[in-house]
């Protein structure tokens, strides 16, 4: 598929997000276009593919990961994103699969719910972003990582959106679509969870984001349970 064409699907499947939730659910979040955004893309962009690409997709949950320096022997690269929302992702697909990777590890959703974006929302952009994937890279193995627990006790004002039941919530329903869609959903949690399901104190700076030290956790997670194999 060429990537104008795939473009278009994107402008496409944009239209037609913007379509649903203009019609009642909730508000659309335009807001990923920032500097931050823009830099970083115009980086990919410009960063040669490689084979076998494993790739880590997904805000800064994503981009705070020494992905590289913890996944070895592996052609990992790192297509985190600070502050990034579904409608971000869907609208930069066309340079992470331009590569034809081998995987792609996704986290997001996080921050499309701290601007208030319905979980039925969230979701509906996760099917836009299988479907993206599997029509221009068919044999890349997608993984659908759970959204991190947060501890609410640790928030600041700025996430009173995001809390621990929408979180589960909306990770019961990923679980779901990824069965229907026959792809890999990687619950994290019991990698960085209290034995409330909160996140582990220790592990965060503020009860969303993670010490660099706590991403050895995750991926070591993945290494154990075959994920990176």
């Not at 590289?68 to 409608?87: A, C, F, L, P």
């Not at 921050?111 to 208030?116: A, Y």
């Not at 006790?153 to 069965?179: D, G, R």
Request: net charge positive.
């Amino acid at each position: 598929m060429s990537k104008f064409l795939y473009k278009l699907i994107g402008v496409m499947s944009i239209a037609t997000l913007y379509s649903f939730h203009a019609n009642g659910q909730t508000t659309i979040d335009s807001s990923y276009l920032t500097n931050q955004y823009s830099l970083r893309l115009d980086y990919f962009r410009k960063m040669p593919d490689r084979k076998n690409e494993i790739v880590f997709l997904g805000n800064s949950l994503t981009e705070g990961g020494k992905w590289q320096e913890m996944i070895r022997n592996k052609n990992v690269v790192n297509r985190g994103i600070s502050g990034d929302v579904t409608y971000g992702i869907i609208a930069r697909l066309d340079e992470v699969v331009s590569s034809k990777p081998a995987k792609i590890f996704l986290l997001c959703g996080i921050n499309d719910m701290k601007r208030g974006i319905s979980n039925e929302a969230i979701l509906s952009n996760f099917g836009q972003i299988i479907q993206m994937i599997r029509a221009a890279s068919p044999r890349t193995q997608i993984y659908i990582q759970s959204l991190l627990p947060v501890n609410e006790k640790m928030l600041p004002a700025s996430y009173a959106q995001i809390n621990n039941s929408k979180i589960n919530e909306l990770n019961h329903n990923l679980e779901a679509l990824c069965k229907e869609k026959k792809i890999v959903y990687v619950n994290l949690h019991p990698a960085l969870a209290d034995k409330d399901g909160s996140l582990r104190k220790e592990l965060s700076i503020d009860g969303l984001h993670l010490r660099q030290a706590s991403y050895i956790l995750w991926a070591d997670y993945l290494n154990r349970n075959g994920f990176l194999k």
